[in-house]
């Protein structure tokens, strides 16, 4: 008898994801289940402002306007929605869908899951004196928002009460597909390891085409990005599974793309906190099993923490930038002169006006390897784009500030455009603050259909069976230097592949060995020393590194590395996307017998260390 599977396809990676999901998951004709991401950490707040204005708001649009437009697809393929489109508002929400579902003639049941919002219970986490997780600063006065990352029971509960569509709030983006994965298999809220390997299901498809080709290091050997392919999990009853996608698509589904995804913004990968299990992905094994089929095993789970993770956004000042271009020989030199002329002019109009300086400043040319650091290339280009980005406690300020740019158009550098289109607008700076909240102080409410879900009919996660965190659970090794006799230096990507990103004012750089032969490699000369070191124009407070032995690969968290992150940086990356690019540009050496080694990657440095020996 063929072994039962539910199969979940990953619809939408971010707020504004590709029309092309739903129609493609759809016409694939195996999903069980869409789930539906939209909530990245600064949306909430964006979210909370529009339901100031309206209270009708809060919610994203554009999800609910396409789960709307398929809705009638979706209930004739027996297809289900798990969505946080619900923002700060999921009630708001849900009305909006069945009012959609109205005036398609489909019949739907929608539930909302709200009871994340923390603002009501501001006093009591003062009475607790609860503190940011990295700086230690009180929860501050007037947040905007402040939303803690509820689990995946409530929507297996609304699942089971009969609904079609599930629309939440904050929760953890995994949970999207872990709900339908208890609701379908029944697994308790002790069955540890199935708690985590689904929730590993869930990370690999929560971020859309990110596990099927999109951002993959060696992106050469995706077909294209015309036509992405979206995910697709197949989880089986003990939890593990594979991932594909659609047929006829440009998707690429291999070793590296399922690995790149697996590392990407985990933090410790022993002890990756989520509010159902603890989880331990570092003895997970993948494994190609067909052309755009990968398998996954092993990963591991303890019990929750008896906290949850919320996110308070913060008020603080407003930020505007200015870009143009420069042409011509020393295009690099005449640019950052004149966007430092543009500041000193700026601070003598602040004088004259009576405006403080600015809060802070940063000038990158793009083009001249600014962001390399120490590490930049010494390129001397002929075209370059200027970007001058700058902070301040007064709108008004900046309004004045960008009011004087156009006029560096004439009094300015030769070979300069750009300048004529159009006065940017201050927007106002929100600060990420990450606390760990007592989860009693939370209690998840259930909407189906106008009807509240009594609390008795669902099961959250028992308090009972939390458990403290003390520390990191992810182990660093000293290995002895691999490397004897003949060696060759060659740039890390030689020997490894990677994907980085953001965990609030801090980068997630996973690096992954292209062989397991590479594996001592990385694990000898790639430390959080040396990486910190290199990487050093990040300016981190601290490096960690943990080691995943099972997909022969090691992850750095490199702490308060993005100039406050998100809205707060004025950095052109400010969630670190290129920062594992970076990194595997770290010089390696590498034995001489291995330059035969055929998984080596194809690039001119290679090539040339084969072509002198």
Not at 70 to 87: E, F, P
Not at 483 to 489: A, I, K, M, Q, Y
């Amino acid at each position: 008898m063929r072994e039962r599977t539910v199969t979940i396809g990953g619809a939408a990676g971010m707020w504004g994801d590709s029309y092309l999901a739903t129609p493609q998951l759809l016409a694939d004709g195996r999903c069980d289940y869409l789930i539906y991401e939209g909530l990245a950490e600064i949306t909430m707040a964006i979210l909370t402002k529009a339901r100031m204005k309206d209270p009708a708001q809060g919610y994203t649009h554009d999800l609910i306007a396409t789960i709307g437009s398929n809705l009638r697809r979706m209930r004739d393929s027996g297809v289900k929605v798990v969505t946080n489109a619900g923002g700060v508002n999921p009630q708001a929400a849900a009305e909006r869908l069945r009012a959609l579902a109205a005036e398609a003639g489909v019949e739907v049941c929608v539930a909302a899951v709200d009871g994340d919002d923390l603002l009501p219970r501001l006093d009591r986490l003062r009475e607790l004196d609860i503190r940011e997780m990295s700086g230690g600063t009180p929860i501050p006065d007037r947040p905007i928002s402040m939303n803690a990352y509820l689990g995946a029971r409530p929507i297996a509960a609304a699942l089971g009460a009969g609904a079609d569509v599930v629309i939440t709030g904050r929760c953890a983006d995994s949970a999207l597909a872990l709900g339908p994965l208890i609701h379908e298999f029944g697994w308790e809220p002790e069955e540890f390891d199935k708690l985590s390997a689904g929730s590993l299901a869930g990370h690999l498809i929560e971020c859309g085409p990110q596990s099927t080709g999109g951002l993959l290091t060696d992106w050469e050997d995706t077909p294209s990005w015309a036509n992405s392919g979206f995910p697709i999990v197949m989880v089986r009853a003990d939890g593990s599974f594979e991932i594909t996608a659609p047929e006829g698509t440009d998707a690429l589904v291999d070793r590296r793309t399922v690995t790149e995804q697996m590392l990407y913004e985990i933090g410790d990968p022993a002890a990756y906190l989520l509010p159902d299990v603890t989880c331990d992905w570092t003895q997970v094994v993948i494994s190609e099993v067909g052309p755009n089929r990968v398998e996954v095993r092993g990963a591991r789970g303890a019990a929750p923490t008896p906290t949850l993770k919320a996110c308070a956004q913060v008020s603080d000042g407003h930020r505007t930038q200015v870009q143009f271009f420069v042409g011509g020989r020393d295009a690099a030199r005449r640019g950052r002169r004149a966007a430092q002329d543009l500041l000193t002019r700026g601070r003598k109009m602040f004088a004259d006006k009576g405006f403080d300086d600015f809060r802070d400043t940063l000038i990158e040319i793009v083009g001249a390897e600014d962001t390399y650091g120490a590490n930049a290339g010494g390129v001397a280009p002929r075209e370059v784009w200027v970007r001058l980005a700058v902070r301040h406690g007064d709108p008004a300020a900046l309004t004045a500030f960008v009011r004087e740019f156009p006029s560096i158009g004439l009094g300015g550098p030769c070979g300069m455009g750009g300048v004529g289109a159009g006065l940017p607008t201050p927007s106002p700076v929100l600060r990420l603050e990450s606390f760990l909240v007592p989860r009693e102080l939370l209690t998840a409410r259930i909407d189906l259909d106008g009807r509240p879900l009594e609390p008795s009919a669902w099961s959250e996660v028992p308090q009972s069976l939390t458990r403290a965190l003390h520390g990191p659970r992810g182990t660093d090794v000293d290995v002895a230097d691999e490397v004897s006799g003949p060696s060759v230096e060659l740039p890390l990507i030689a020997v490894a592949f990677g994907r980085s990103g953001d965990k609030g004012d801090s980068v997630n750089i996973g690096i992954a060995a292209r062989h397991p032969d590479f594996e001592p490699i990385i694990q000898a000369q790639v430390t959080a020393d040396r990486a910190g070191a290199y990487l050093a124009h990040l300016g981190a407070s601290r490096v960690d590194r943990f080691v995943l032995p099972g997909t022969h690969a090691v992850n750095f968290l490199l702490h308060h590395a993005l100039g406050g992150g998100g809205t707060a940086s004025l950095r052109i990356d400010p969630q670190g996307k290129a920062a594992a690019q970076q990194l595997l540009d770290l010089p390696v050496r590498i034995p001489a017998a291995l330059l035969a080694h055929p998984a080596l990657a194809a690039i001119p440095e290679v090539d040339a260390a084969r072509g002198r020996q």
